[in-house]
């Protein structure tokens, strides 16, 4: 149990176009969902929040109006990569809380595997 | 504020060798603590976790003892395997309740060869 996907796994795009990325909770519910920002070879970086039916908490230096989060149900949370730039590049890996079920999986985070968006 | 530090690696052993990899924390109140693997190319999976003091965390060989008087949860496996090379975090959650975020360590870089 407790299995979180992403999707894309990997994506190209160009500069200036905008990059959406799945995070589902398969077989569990899922009130909050985080997205983090990888770079090479360092810890992950907190990048938002999310809330089902609230608008995202977003870390302190990171844009708001780049990084759309929406968390339209209690499975599922996106984030959109706005008018991407090759800085953006870098791996984005979301997680998500279990709100119920079994006490051994409340309040651990579950990870999903991680997309790799490369700008070209 | 919260924070997580672990050893520095990267830690390279031999198989069936002993591990340590030391992690000391700072939070207020009580927080739970875990330890998550990642594999390359992939997201993180949880290890382990141990949420009050005294608690030993343990999965695959691998266990961790929350230390409140020391601030620590190292992690240790007596026999590493070449399939335990990976990145190991230590991350807490200051809430120690359901929702809250994760604070990572550095991460610590372990190569295991044959």
């Known amino acids: 149990g407790a299995v979180v996907s992403q999707h894309p796994s990997w994506v190209i795009c160009k500069s200036g176009t905008s990059v959406k990325i799945e995070c589902r909770s398969l077989?569990?519910?899922?009130?909050?969902m985080f997205w983090y920002r990888q770079f090479p070879k360092q810890s992950l970086m907190l990048m938002a929040t999310?809330?089902?039916?609230?608008?995202?908490?977003?870390e302190q230096g990171v844009e708001k109006d780049k990084f759309l989060i929406n968390h339209a149900s209690l499975t599922l949370s996106t984030l959109t990569v706005t008018s991407a730039h090759p800085e953006d590049s870098s791996f984005y890996i979301c997680?998500?809380?279990?709100?119920?079920?079994?006490?051994?999986?409340?309040?651990?985070?579950?990870f999903g595997p991680g997309t790799r968006l490369t700008v070209l | 504020g919260d924070s997580v530090t672990q050893m520095e690696g990267p830690v390279t052993l031999s198989e069936e060798a002993f591990l340590t990899i030391n992690c000391t924390y700072t939070?207020?109140?009580?927080?739970?603590l875990f330890w998550y693997v990642q594999y390359p190319g992939e997201g993180l999976q949880l290890l382990l976790k141990?949420?009050?003091?005294?608690d030993k965390g343990s999965n695959k060989g691998f266990e961790a003892t929350y230390r409140k008087e020391t601030t620590s949860f190292h992690l240790e496996k007596g026999s590493v395997q070449v399939s335990d090379s990976a990145v190991y975090f230590c991350?807490?959650?200051?809430?120690?309740?359901?929702?809250?975020?994760?604070?990572f360590g550095q991460g610590t870089i372990l190569t295991v060869h044959p």
């Open positions: 077989d569990f519910q899922a009130t909050t």
């Open positions: 991350a807490l959650n200051a809430g120690g309740t359901s929702y809250g975020k994760l604070t």
């Open positions: 939070a207020t109140g009580y927080p739970s």
């Open positions: 999310s809330n089902e039916g609230s608008k995202a908490t977003y």
């Open positions: 997680s998500a809380a279990s709100s119920g079920g079994a006490v051994e999986f409340l309040g651990t985070q579950y």
């Open positions: 141990a949420t009050k003091a005294d």
